[in-house]
């Protein structure tokens, strides 16, 4: 899969992409929705794409059942209905109309079109954004069972709706296009505790979201701070778990850029635009981030930052 660059007044919004998928491996991007719409249009009039867009609706004055017959029938499947109400898990509602389903369920039969699509490549635009828990489960399953032998790719906003679909996650900013190290908790939990064990020099900083272990490399992070006794590690306007303390990650990352600004806070240098000082005794930190960042930075700290940028 291929994407051609795209420039917008001179500004580079969309860089060349060449995306290994395969069959069993759910691909995400994460990015904003100017970018997810340049990759969606270039997916149109390409045949071996399927394509399904946030906000598609469906028709509201069939009921459940009769939207699934429909899709057999267009599709010239040789499903049975029955059963594949049952593969749904949407027996109690199959004789409701779409349009008195609740938003969720409606969302989901919406989404039901993907099973049906005969193109080898799936591509969704946010089809985790209206779902419930429960629906968000049963079309995971789905997902899980097309992905043997079709290739998924999902396009989102949202980190949660990637990782708990995904298998492998990218994100696209105006910094490029990145992988995302993720990794499933329980299977690297022993190799992160070997590797503080043996007192390797850390190269990686590992956080967790939704079950899973996310590695950033230093340069990645904005800043980190610690929240009624929390650790969080703040990334292109998001914020990942800890385990780790402030000193421990302050020791760790000293060799990086890296800056104990606060009792609570670290950041990293390379991020700092400006020292504001509110008053005589109160200073902070403005980040050039994707979000516009400010940290507290103590009075005691700010001789000693001045010596480490030299001003």
């Not at 598609?56 to 459940?64: F, G």
């Not at 699509?117 to 089809?127: F, G, M, N, R, S």
């Not at 403005?286 to 700290?301: C, E, G, I, M, Q």
Request: glycine share 2%; net charge negative.
């Amino acid at each position: 899969m291929q994407f051609e660059p795209i420039y917008d007044n001179g500004e580079l919004l969309l860089p060349k992409i060449e995306l290994n998928m395969t069959l069993n491996e759910s691909v995400g991007i994460i990015t904003d929705l100017k970018r997810k719409q340049l990759l969606m249009n270039q997916f149109v009039n390409h045949s071996q794409y399927y394509l399904f867009r946030a906000g598609q609706a469906e028709y509201m004055h069939l009921t459940v059942e009769e939207l699934i017959t429909f899709l057999i029938r267009v599709t010239e499947r040789s499903d049975r209905v029955a059963p594949l109400m049952d593969y749904f898990s949407l027996k109690e509602e199959r004789k409701i109309r779409i349009k008195n389903l609740t938003s969720s369920k409606r969302m989901y039969v919406t989404l039901l079109r993907v099973f049906f699509a005969h193109q080898p490549i799936i591509v969704l635009e946010e089809p985790y954004f209206y779902l419930e828990e429960g629906d968000r489960r049963h079309f995971k399953r789905i997902l899980d069972d097309l992905s043997k032998e079709k290739q998924i790719l999902i396009l989102t906003s949202n980190l949660e709706d990637a990782l708990i679909s995904c298998d492998l996650v990218y994100r696209l900013n105006e910094s490029g296009f990145h992988p995302l190290d993720i990794r499933d908790s329980e299977e690297d939990k022993q190799e992160v505790q070997e590797q503080d064990q043996a007192n390797i020099i850390l190269q990686k900083i590992s956080t967790k979201r939704n079950g899973k272990l996310i590695l950033f490399n230093p340069p990645e992070v904005d800043y980190i701070e610690s929240v009624d006794g929390s650790i969080l590690v703040h990334v292109s306007g998001e914020n990942y778990d800890c385990a780790l303390t402030l000193t421990e990650l302050e020791a760790r990352l000293l060799n990086f850029g890296f800056f104990r600004c606060h009792r609570s806070y670290i950041v990293n240098l390379q991020k700092v635009r400006e020292i504001i000082t509110w008053t005589k005794n109160s200073y902070s930190l403005r980040l050039n981030t994707a979000k516009d960042a400010v940290v507290p930075l103590s009075r005691s700290k700010l001789h000693e930052l001045k010596v480490l940028l030299n001003i």
